[in-house]
């Protein structure tokens, strides 16, 4: 049973530090994205890789978040320093895209993170 | 810009009784996909039903229905003979065909199925 893993599923941090999320896409998918979710904005993209180059991040706060894959198998996605407005779910999704088709995102369970 | 609104924050059911959740959607894109996703209290992301906007024909997945009205772009959810498993938020959600397929979310609806 194919499916999206995050780690971890949990993270406290305090005011500054890093905090890197971790996401395994399923095996063959060839796009993998990440969105935040929180009560205020609700789910919103922060980047988008296919074949592992990253295609957008105009979601995301540039100078403190970065979204790397370095290998198929890995999609990290990092805060430095976090700051309590952080805190929400960050949920991976990956999928295999085609042209002139859709193909289901897969999500991962996500990765809850509140920063004090 | 594409945007989706979901005018329903919570609503409330008692067990086997049909319930719609409203959802409408903005865009000048022709060809898109609309989709109703399930979270539960777990969190995890569970796509319940898939509509192409190109198909007239109204998707169904079991108790899971949908309205599209294209036109009037509206793409309500109906979940007949409501079980307490139905409990959960319920998103709305469009991507268009081309590009990156980024998935854009309603706001959500959260749904409880009373006993």
């Known amino acids: 049973d194919a499916r999206v893993t995050q780690t971890p599923r949990h993270k406290v941090t305090e005011m500054g530090q890093e905090v890197t999320m971790r996401c395994q896409p399923i095996l063959g998918h060839n796009t993998v994205f990440w969105y935040r979710q929180t009560m205020m904005q609700g789910l919103e993209l922060l980047a988008y890789?296919?074949?592992?180059?990253?295609?957008?991040d105009s979601g995301m706060p540039k100078d403190r978040f970065s979204a790397e894959m370095p290998d198929a198998t890995l999609a990290t996605l990092k805060i430095q320093p976090s700051e309590p407005r952080d805190s929400a779910v960050y949920f991976c999704?990956?999928?295999?895209?085609?042209?002139?088709?859709?193909?289901?995102?897969?999500f991962g369970p996500g990765t809850r993170l509140t920063v004090l | 810009a594409q945007t989706v609104t979901q005018s329903q924050p919570e609503m409330s059911v008692q067990e086997a009784e049909t319930v719609t959740l409203s959802c409408t959607y903005d865009t000048s894109e022709n060809n898109y996909y609309l989709f109703w996703y399930k979270q539960p209290p777990s969190r995890q992301m569970i796509l319940v039903i898939r509509?192409?906007?190109?198909?007239?024909q109204n998707a169904t997945e079991n108790r899971f229905s949908v309205n599209f009205q294209k036109a009037a772009k509206s793409f309500s959810l109906k979940i007949s003979d409501s079980q307490l498993g139905d409990t959960a938020m319920y998103f709305c959600a469009f991507t268009l065909i081309q590009g990156a397929q980024k998935l854009v979310f309603g706001q959500g609806t959260r749904l409880t199925i009373n006993p």
């Open positions: 509509q192409e906007a190109y198909k007239q």
């Open positions: 890789f296919r074949n592992r180059a990253p295609l957008d």
């Open positions: 999704a990956s999928g295999l895209r085609a042209l002139f088709s859709y193909n289901e995102q897969f």
